[in-house]
């Protein structure tokens, strides 16, 4: 089922991999295309999550509402699900950044009910 | 006498050192706003050459070195740059009564002392030769030593006989640290790059009644929101504790190296005008280079530095090409982070901002990097 809302982001343009990641970098669901999910990317998805996290408490603990990575090729975008469960979406550098972001708000919900 | 000073155009208000002022104003005519605390000055400037500085306090006055000293006394001041039109530039002239052709005539004899600088750096680097030139206004690279005091920054240019005659500082000599500043470019060689007064190395007490702005360095390390709205401490207000009056004369000064260009800070500007843009700060390892926006540095730059430090982790792992961004967006706004040559940017928008317009400039100014053009 989580597959199924996964699936979603994934047949947006130019993305490459929709992932529920927990805060220890442990990939709970994932789906991918065109890309391999390799271990040193997995810690760096840990890593921004952590920092970010960390880095958010230094506005007040304010609420880490999302956190954009670009590259000249590719981005990454990870917004927080529940607690220490975060939605991580990896995609080219030509994907519509706003149509990704909508339907992270969009299926958010439904995210946090399969969790 | 600021309020009879012609307007101007805005440039953009800034936060640096004092020192910034005069190494980045070589094609610059105009008035340098100058803004402490509760008090107020100015820098009339004509192509990198300083002719009246100027500070009010209340009903104190400052002129010449005096204000100079108190600029000097603080590690960084808040200033607008408002450009002038010759007919503008004439009539602050005017009103701060200096002759234009005396300041036409200390500028050539500026010019003229500096040829043999120049002359030197053609024997080293090609004239044309412009990526060498660059490479000279990088600090790191090859500084150079200031000239002796004689190079001290000129004086204002005579005018009116100041209403408070500030005393002189403390004789500086014995703790005078060894002084260096980055050559410019070939072009700006000339340029004096405002060199402090000898006083200005060991700060003497502003003699003013006004406190000595606090360094932001200063500032606890606590965790300070910087975001937008309510969350987003404004800079000291008239109303806040004064600091304890012996920083300033303690405060040894350190030259900041220029680092920008005059492109650079339009384009900073420029961005900082956009909807949305709080704040935009170029900064790099060691500080903050460039600030336009009405907040705490520090807290803003700790931010930012460990955001940077993210992207070091985790960008060896990833082969997606260079770093663009990094944006962490809170419930009161976004905190980016972004090359910029060789420093980073940190801008702090609001949540309503357009992520895509800020996401495209800063694509923008990589890839004119990356083609070495110029911004």
């Not at chain 2, 109303?239 to 384009?267: S, T």
């Not at chain 2, 500080?287 to 803003?300: K, Q, T």
């Not at chain 2, 702090?348 to 053009?373: A, C, E, K, P, V």
Request: with cysteine.
């Amino acid at each position: 089922m989580l597959k199924q809302i996964l699936n979603k982001f994934l047949i947006l343009n130019d993305v490459q991999a929709a992932l529920v990641v927990q805060e220890n970098g442990e990939i709970i669901e994932s789906m991918k295309s065109g890309i391999t999910i390799r271990q040193d990317l997995q810690d760096a998805i840990a890593t921004i999550m952590l920092d970010s996290r960390k880095t958010a408490t230094q506005f007040g603990n304010a609420p880490l509402s999302m956190v954009f990575v670009e590259f000249s090729e590719s981005f990454l975008i990870l917004g927080p699900v529940m607690e220490e469960f975060y939605l991580v979406i990896i995609a080219k550098n030509t994907a519509n950044i706003g149509q990704i972001t909508y339907e992270m708000k969009k299926n958010q919900d439904a995210i946090i009910s399969l969790l | 006498m600021i309020d009879k000073l012609p307007e101007g155009k805005s440039i953009g208000w800034m936060q640096a050192p004092p020192q910034w002022i005069f190494t980045h104003t070589i094609r610059f005519v105009g008035v340098v706003r100058v803004v402490i605390q509760d008090g107020e000055g100015f820098i009339l400037i004509k192509k990198g050459k300083p002719l009246v500085y100027y500070f009010k306090h209340g009903r104190i006055e400052l002129h010449g070195h005096g204000a100079l000293d108190y600029f000097n006394s603080h590690p960084t001041i808040e200033f607008n740059l408002c450009k002038y039109t010759p007919e503008e530039f004439a009539q602050a002239l005017k009103i701060c009564n200096i002759d234009d052709s005396m300041a036409d005539e200390e500028i050539a004899a500026e010019k003229g002392a500096a040829i043999p600088a120049r002359a030197e750096e053609e024997d080293t680097i090609g004239v044309g030769d412009a990526s060498a030139i660059h490479r000279l206004v990088q600090p790191a690279t090859r500084p150079v030593r200031a000239e002796p005091p004689a190079d001290a920054p000129p004086a204002a240019a005579p005018m009116k006989q100041a209403s408070y005659a500030p005393p002189q500082p403390e004789p500086a000599a014995t703790a005078q640290p060894e002084f260096s500043v980055p050559e410019r470019t070939a072009e700006t060689v000339s340029e004096k790059p405002a060199p402090p007064a000898e006083a200005a190395l060991v700060q003497p007490e502003p003699v003013m009644t006004v406190r000595p702005a606090s360094p932001v360095a200063a500032k606890p390390e606590a965790a300070v929101p910087v975001m937008p709205a309510a969350a987003i401490p404004v800079k000291p207000a008239a109303a806040a504790p004064a600091k304890p009056a012996i920083a300033a004369k303690d405060r040894v000064f350190v030259p900041q190296p220029a680092v920008l260009e005059d492109p650079d800070i339009k384009i900073i500007g420029q961005i900082k005008k956009l909807n949305g843009i709080v704040a935009i700060s170029v900064f790099n390892e060691d500080r903050n280079i460039l600030l336009m926006g009405d907040v705490e540095i520090e807290p803003l730059l700790k931010i930012a530095r460990t955001m940077l430090a993210t992207t070091r982790k985790i960008t060896p792992h990833l082969d997606w090409g260079s770093f663009v961004h990094m944006t962490l967006q809170i419930p009161e706004g976004n905190v980016i982070i972004a090359p910029y040559r060789d420093n980073h940017l940190c801008i702090l928008t609001t949540r309503t901002i357009n992520i895509g317009h800020i996401r495209r400039i800063l694509r923008d100014l990589q890839q004119d990097r990356d083609h070495g053009g110029v911004l």
